[in-house]
């Protein structure tokens, strides 16, 4: 499986969740839900079949690069986005999961990448897939807590109810945090295997350590309700561009170009 194969699945995933999508619309008939659940379920099928495909192909795990990263993003963020709905039934949620996936795989279609099957030493341990996954599923849960946040702020405008707005933004950045927690965790023991220390405070390590602890800050005022509710949306709004600038950003930075991360650009 290579780039030449990918634009079928773009169309084919992408034309599966839009299907989906405009089927949620029509006014509520279990019938037309139910298959539109299907149409989700067989679009993140088929980005998983190609996923797998690649992986089998480049003899390595598909997250060596951004482009790579982003497959997984788009794969995590509908799967959230599919049980948000489900649990919660709501279908901006959906709709919005499903949207920024399409973006990321289209992204990926005109931006295309070389799927080198080489592996620099450092990335060959048993710590890289692990420290890679949590990392992406603790970015695709925090994105869905900074919508709710913007939400949560539009609604406030409009002098309207918050309180489950609320709740679940925090109940998702609790989640959202573990895996950030779990990832730094990883990627010290990855660390220390590869080049000898925990840590060295890279600029990507710095980074992901002000991730953190934005995100522990908040917990931290929310739990003891030293932040009232529309300052809480703000930095949980304003937080996810913190960790876009971790993400991606700083691989643009100068000091990141002798990072040892910067195979990952």
């Given at each position: ?160 109810q918050i309180t489950g707005t609320i709740n679940l933004a925090d109940n998702i950045v609790y989640i959202g945090f573990a895996f950030l ?37 908040y917990i931290h005022f929310r739990v003891r309700k030293r932040m009232n509710i529309n300052t809480a949306l703000w930095v949980l709004s ?28």
């Amino acid at each position: 499986m290579t780039w030449l194969e990918y634009p079928i699945y773009v169309y084919l995933t992408s034309s599966l969740w839009i299907a989906g999508l405009l089927l949620l619309w029509i006014p509520k008939t279990y019938r037309f839900h139910l298959l539109a659940g299907i149409l989700v379920i067989g679009g993140i099928v088929s980005l998983g079949y190609f996923m797998t495909a690649l992986w089998i192909s480049l003899e390595r795990p598909p997250f060596r690069t951004l482009a790579e990263t982003r497959l997984w993003y788009s794969m995590f963020l509908s799967v959230i986005g599919l049980i948000i709905y489900y649990r919660w039934k709501l279908r901006w949620m959906l709709v919005y999961t499903l949207l920024l996936s399409i973006l990321f795989l289209f992204i990926n279609y005109l931006n295309p990448d070389t799927f080198d099957k080489t592996l620099m030493p450092a990335l060959q341990s048993p710590w890289f897939v692990p420290h890679v996954v949590v990392y992406i599923i603790a970015y695709a849960l925090l994105a869905v807590s900074s919508l709710i946040g913007i939400k949560g702020l539009v609604l406030m405008r409009m002098k309207k109810q918050i309180t489950g707005t609320i709740n679940l933004a925090d109940n998702i950045v609790y989640i959202g945090f573990a895996f950030l927690t779990f990832g730094l965790l990883f990627g010290a023991l990855w660390a220390k295997e590869a080049w000898g220390n925990y840590w060295t405070w890279d600029p990507k390590e710095t980074w992901a350590f002000l991730t953190w602890m934005v995100y522990l800050l908040y917990i931290h005022f929310r739990v003891r309700k030293r932040m009232n509710i529309n300052t809480a949306l703000w930095v949980l709004s304003l937080s996810f561009v913190i960790l876009l600038i971790c993400w991606f950003g700083v691989n643009y930075l100068p000091s990141t170009q002798s990072s040892i991360h910067v195979y990952s650009s």
